[in-house]
C-alpha cells in the first residue's frame, strides 16, 4: 500500500470514529430526552390524577380486586348497626335494610302523640253512638322545628328589714344574686356565643353567613361582633384552660403531630403562618387534640411546645420533627404507601414496582390491624415476632429496587428508604401505631373549616381559632356535645369562685354527665 492509500485509510478511520463519537453522544442525548419525555409523561398523569381522578388511594383491578386488601382504605367504618348480608342484584349489590332501624333511629327523640277522633261516633245504620274498640299506630314522622330567638330578661329583688326600719337603726338590704354573662356590654348569652363557635368551628359556617342566618332568626349580628366575641371568651376564659390540657397532653408518653399553612392578613412580612397540631396517642386514657399557631414551619415551633417532652412523637417525615432532643421520632407508613400509589403507572399493571409497594405497605396495615385488640404489652412482642420481619423485607425490597431518582417511583423509593429508621421505632412500644392518620385527620378538620373562612384578619382572631379548636376537638374526642360543652365552660367559668379549672376539663365526671352526646 502506498503512502498516500495509507494516508486515505487513516483519514476515513479517523472520520469514521469521529461519526462513531457523535453516534453515542447523540444516542445518549436520545436516552436522555426519552427519560425527559417520560418524566414529563409522568407528571402529566400524576397531576391529572390528582385534578380528575378518585381521591381514594385504592387500586381498581376487575380482576384482582380483593389481592391487595385496598379495603383497609376504601372502605368505610362499620358502627355495629349495619347488616353484613348482601343481596346480589344483577352487576351491583345492594344492602338489605336492618329491621328496627328506624325505631332505633327515633328512640332517642323526644315524642308527640296526635290521636286522630271522627268527626261524628254515630251508626250510620241504627244512629245510635258508638264506642272506641282500639287505637292504632299508623305512622311516625319526624318534624324539624326551626330555632328561635327569646328575650329572657333577668329582675333583680332587693330585700330590707322592716324592724330595723321601724327602729330607725341602719337599715341593711339583700339583694338576689343574678348569674354573671361571659361578656359585659353585650346581651349575647352563653347559649348564642357557643352556637356561633359551634357553626364556624365544627359546621364550617363563615361569619358573613352566619350573620345573614341570625337576621332571618329575627336578631342581627355583625360578623366583626362574632369575631369579637370569640376573642374574648378565648382571653378570659379559654387559654388557662388549654393550657391545663397542654399540662396533661405532655403527660402522654406518645403524642402526633402534623401542620398546616393558615394566612393571618395582618402579618404582612409573611405571606403565611402554619397552624401545628398535636395530639394524644391512639391508646391514651385522655383523648386531646391541641392547635398552636405558628410563625413558621421550622423547628422552633414544636421545639417550643414540648420543651421537656422526652416520649414518642409521630409525625410524617417533615425534617422539623427529626430536630427535637430527646424524643423518639416515629414514621408515618401511610405516607410512605402514599409515594408509592401517586408512583403508579396510568395503565393498570400488577407487576411494577409502585403497585408492589402498595401492596407490600398494605400487607403490613393488614397484618397489624389483627393485633389492635391487644393488651401493649402483647401488641409489642407479636410486632416483634411478626411484623418485624415483614418491616425488614419491604426495607429491603426497596434497597433492592434501581431506578431514576428523579422519577415518581425514584421518589417513593428514596423517601422510603430515608424513613426506615424512623419506621423501625414502631417496634419499641405496643402503644404506636403504624401511620399519623390521628393527626392527619385533626388537620384535616381545619384545612375544611379554612376553605370556607380563608383567614384570620389578627393574630388574636388566629389565636382563637386555635383554641376554640382545640376544645371543640378534645371535647369530640371524649364523646362530649362540642356546643353543649362550649356553653356549659361559658356559663360556669364567668361564675366560677373557689372552684378549680381542673373540674371544667372534658373527661370530668360532671361535665361528662352534662355534655355527653
Given amino acids: 500500500m502506498s503512502k498516500r492509500s495509507e494516508q486515505q485509510h487513516d483519514e476515513i478511520l479517523e472520520k469514521l470514529n469521529q461519526l462513531l463519537e457523535q453516534n453515542k453522544i447523540l444516542a445518549q442525548q436520545n436516552a436522555q430526552k426519552d427519560d425527559e419525555i417520560a418524566l414529563l409523561k409522568e407528571q402529566n398523569n400524576y ?56 325505631e332505633h333511629q327515633l328512640k332517642n327523640l323526644p315524642t308527640v302523640d296526635h290521636i286522630h277522633e271522627v268527626d261524628s261516633c254515630t251508626c250510620p245504620n241504627c244512629q245510635k253512638s258508638m264506642k272506641e274498640i282500639s287505637t292504632s299506630l299508623v305512622r311516625q314522622e319526624v318534624r324539624f322545628i326551626p330555632a328561635r330567638m327569646e328575650n329572657h330578661r333577668h329582675f333583680q329583688k332587693t330585700y330590707a328589714c322592716s324592724n330595723c326600719e321601724k327602729t330607725g337603726t341602719h337599715t341593711p338590704f339583700v339583694k338576689s344574686e343574678v348569674p354573671k354573662l361571659p361578656l359585659n356590654n353585650t346581651a349575647a348569652s352563653a347559649s348564642l356565643i357557643a352556637e356561633t363557635m359551634y357553626q364556624k368551628f365544627e359546621q364550617k359556617v363563615p361569619a ?23 376573642i374574648k371568651c378565648s382571653e378570659y376564659y379559654f387559654e388557662d384552660l388549654v393550657s391545663e390540657m397542654k399540662n396533661e397532653l405532655l403527660r402522654s408518653e406518645v403524642l402526633h403531630a402534623d401542620e398546616t399553612t393558615f394566612k393571618v392578613l395582618a402579618d404582612k412580612d409573611r405571606q403565611k403562618s402554619y397552624m401545628w397540631l398535636f395530639s394524644a396517642g391512639k391508646y391514651a386514657e385522655k383523648p386531646i387534640h391541641i392547635y398552636r399557631l405558628g410563625p413558621s414551619r421550622g423547628a422552633e415551633v414544636p421545639k417550643a411546645f414540648l420543651e421537656g417532652y422526652q416520649g414518642y412523637l409521630h409525625s410524617d417525615g417533615f425534617s422539623a420533627y427529626n430536630k427535637l432532643e430527646g424524643i423518639t421520632s416515629v414514621a408515618c407508613l401511610a405516607h410512605i404507601r402514599r409515594y408509592f400509589y401517586d408512583a403508579r403507572p396510568k395503565e393498570y399493571r400488577p407487576d411494577s414496582p409502585a403497585h408492589q409497594g402498595v401492596v407490600l405497605c398494605n400487607e403490613l396495615f393488614a ?11 402483647e401488641r409489642y412482642y407479636l410486632r416483634l415476632k411478626v411484623l418485624k420481619p415483614k418491616l425488614e423485607h419491604f426495607f429491603d425490597w426497596c434497597e433492592s429496587l434501581s431506578v431514576l431518582g428523579k422519577t415518581k417511583l425514584g421518589t417513593a423509593i428514596s423517601y422510603a428508604l430515608k424513613q426506615k429508621e424512623r419506621m423501625m421505632n414502631v417496634l419499641k412500644d405496643g402503644r404506636l401505631v403504624l401511620s399519623n392518620n390521628l393527626a392527619e385527620r385533626g388537620i ?17 382572631g388566629a389565636q382563637s381559632n386555635a383554641t376554640i379548636l382545640s376544645l371543640v376537638e378534645t371535647a369530640k374526642a371524649n364523646g362530649l356535645h362540642p356546643r353543649k360543652y362550649l356553653e356549659y365552660l361559658l356559663t360556669h367559668l364567668p361564675n366560677r369562685k373557689n372552684t378549680p379549672l381542673e373540674a371544667y376539663l372534658p373527661w370530668t365526671p360532671k361535665v361528662q354527665l352534662e355534655c355527653s352526646i
Avoid: C
Fill in 47 to 102: 397531576l391529572m390524577q390528582k385534578l380528575f381522578g378518585s381521591k381514594k388511594e385504592t387500586i381498581m383491578d376487575p380482576d384482582q380486586g380483593s389481592l391487595f386488601d385496598d379495603q383497609l382504605f376504601s372502605q368505610p367504618e362499620q358502627t355495629g348497626e349495619q347488616s353484613d348480608e348482601e343481596v346480589i342484584i344483577e352487576k351491583h349489590s345492594r344492602r338489605k335494610k336492618r329491621k328496627g332501624l328506624k
Fill in 208 to 230: 358573613y353567613r352566619q350573620e345573614a342566618h341570625w337576621a332571618l332568626l329575627g336578631y342581627s349580628i355583625p360578623r366583626h361582633n362574632m369575631t369579637n366575641w370569640h
Fill in 367 to 377: 397484618l397489624d390491624k389483627k393485633f389492635a385488640d391487644l393488651s401493649a404489652k
Fill in 444 to 460: 384535616k378538620t381545619l384545612v375544611i373549616g379554612r376553605k370556607n373562612y380563608l383567614f384570620s384578619a389578627s393574630f388574636k
